[in-house]
């Protein structure tokens, strides 16, 4: 954390593409800096620079380490000043704290109805776009003036009455709107801390739950449901029943939330990030439940938004596609075994992620790895399976969930048991075994291989054929049961076996 914080001039710099820098140089010059002003040297050192380097600039600006924490300061300051001249045009909630702002300078001058006015007009900006909390301030802001002055607000008939009562209204619904929040990242966390339902004690203790907030989810007094507070219950519930392993109610409630922009048109250019994660998700449990047609039809509309070069995407933005675009496509791609595609897309991505075209977080990054690491090892080409595979393996403890790590271990004894390693097989089922016996995560499937292998290790060649077919027989007994498929998505030992 200490790095992180330490860097942050560094890796705001270095994010910056060829506008935003231009147009920093002329927000600074504009201000009355030169090119040789410090803080604008300061940048240009920091540009040009493979990585953060401290200890380079202090020595190649020739100033105290006081006088870089200082300028760094400033310049990090300026950047983002800059930045927000750029994005007030693009984002809506920018330019009404703006209005909000000029009212205030407005409203120190004196000019109480000038201040007025300029809420007004940002008071229909911000309920046209469903700008709750922003709306909130702007009536609070107008009843502080109303109450503290005498304005023409007071000859028109029933003005102050509508204004207390919108202010009452729209009270309620932040209140609404961030208690649906709370239920929805409540019902995640239930699942990030405990997982699937597996036992009927668990699915009961889970229903339990989930009834327990249901006043707080049908809750809505004298008001309508919000497009937020509707994505929010429907994102609920879609956790909910992911969690019981209902992937097909999991998928419906994914559908309402996509369903709720395809009502409010305007909200995809509002929420993309949103709009992109509704999209993934129907994808994703489309996926689970094996339903190409509908993987194929969300895959084209993730592309579709993402290619738009109408929509101006921001950086976060164009991220979140890039990252759910690949990783439907390789859904796409599985569910249609189509291997030279699969091989063609890992390559694809391993490109553009050396080029520095792509780079998700660590954990998307490892989802992407093993999904590269699956399609090569349908391939056949072992060898570059297992390089994908260590570098999943190797990464921090605690970034990747415990099922990804699970499944990369499992096809690294796969890809060595191929490679005719058997010493090493050997020597790492050991600690699979107790990874299996100590995670909630693990299938049956999971234990199934590594019991299978451990026995085919034993038995001379000529023998493997009679075992392989008992693994499939007993792989198509799981089938039927959710947390099985879900496992064997990820994990496709169905082919593996076949090739034998």
């Known amino acids: 954390m200490p790095n992180a914080i330490k860097h942050q001039l560094y890796r705001l710099i270095k994010s910056l593409n060829k506008a935003e820098k231009r147009n920093f140089k002329l927000y600074a010059t504009r201000a009355g800096a030169t090119e040789n002003n410090k803080f604008i040297q300061l940048f240009d050192v920091i540009d040009r620079l493979r990585g953060p380097d401290d200890a380079a600039v202090i020595n190649r600006m020739q100033i105290s380490k006081g006088q870089f924490s200082n300028l760094k300061r400033h310049l990090y300051q300026q950047?983002?000043?800059?930045?927000?001249?750029?994005?007030?045009?693009?984002?809506v909630d920018i330019q009404l704290r703006e209005q909000i702002d000029f009212a205030r300078i407005l409203y120190g001058k004196g000019h109480y109805l000038d201040a007025l006015r300029t809420l007004e007009r940002a008071r229909t900006q911000a309920a046209e776009h469903n700008q709750e909390l922003i709306l909130f301030e702007i009536l609070e802001f107008q009843k502080l003036i109303e109450a503290r002055h005498i304005t023409l607000s007071r000859q028109i008939q029933n003005k102050m009455d509508l204004l207390l009562k919108e202010s009452t209204e729209q009270s309620q619904r932040v209140v609404n709107t961030s208690d649906l929040f709370n239920v929805n990242i409540q019902i995640h966390g239930l699942y990030i801390e405990h997982g699937h339902g597996r036992t009927e004690a668990e699915r009961r203790d889970n229903e339990a739950f989930w009834i327990d907030l249901q006043p707080r989810l049908e809750e809505q007094g004298r008001i309508h449901y919000t497009f937020h507070q509707k994505a929010n219950r429907y994102q609920a519930a879609m956790w909910f029943h992911y969690i019981q392993l209902n992937f097909y109610e999991a998928q419906a409630a994914a559908v309402n939330v996509y369903t709720l922009f395809t009502l409010e048109r305007q909200m995809t250019l509002k929420d993309p990030d949103l709009y992109l994660r509704s999209l993934y998700y129907v994808a994703m449990f489309a996926y689970l439940n094996e339903d190409l047609r509908m993987v194929q039809r969300y895959e084209g509309r993730i592309q579709k938004f993402v290619e738009d070069d109408n929509i101006h995407l921001n950086e976060n933005s164009r991220h979140i596609g890039q990252v759910y675009a690949y990783l439907t496509g390789f859904n796409r791609r599985f569910l249609e075994a189509d291997v030279p595609a699969l091989t063609t897309l890992s390559d694809e991505i391993l490109a553009a992620n050396a080029a520095g075209d792509f780079r998700p977080n660590a954990h998307r990054w490892g989802i992407c790895l093993y999904k590269c690491a699956a399609a090569r090892f349908l391939s056949g080409d072992y060898n570059a399976t297992l390089d994908q595979l260590n570098d999943i393996i190797n990464m921090r403890t605690g970034i990747l969930?415990?099922?990804?790590?699970?499944?990369?271990?499992?096809?690294?004894?796969?890809?060595?048991?191929?490679?005719?390693?058997?010493?090493?097989?050997?020597?790492?089922?050991?600690?699979?075994?107790?990874?299996?016996?100590?995670?909630?995560?693990?299938?049956?499937?999971?234990?199934?291989?590594?019991?299978?292998?451990?026995?085919?290790?034993?038995?001379?060649?000529?023998?493997?054929?009679?075992?392989?077919?008992?693994?499939?027989?007993?792989?198509?007994?799981?089938?039927?049961?959710?947390?099985?498929?879900?496992?064997?998505?990820?994990?496709?030992?169905?082919?593996?076996?076949?090739?034998?």
């Open 79 to 91: 950047v983002l000043t800059s930045l927000r001249l750029i994005y007030i045009k693009k984002e």
């Open 401 to 500: 969930r415990e099922d990804l790590l699970i499944n990369a271990r499992i096809l690294h004894a796969l890809c060595n048991f191929e490679l005719g390693n058997y010493a090493l097989v050997d020597y790492h089922l050991t600690g699979l075994t107790r990874l299996l016996r100590r995670s909630r995560e693990a299938a049956i499937v999971h234990k199934l291989v590594v019991n299978g292998l451990r026995r085919l290790l034993k038995l001379p060649l000529a023998e493997h054929k009679p075992e392989y077919e008992r693994m499939m027989a007993e792989l198509k007994d799981l089938r039927g049961e959710a947390f099985e498929r879900k496992a064997l998505s990820y994990l496709d030992l169905g082919r593996w076996l076949a090739l034998h």
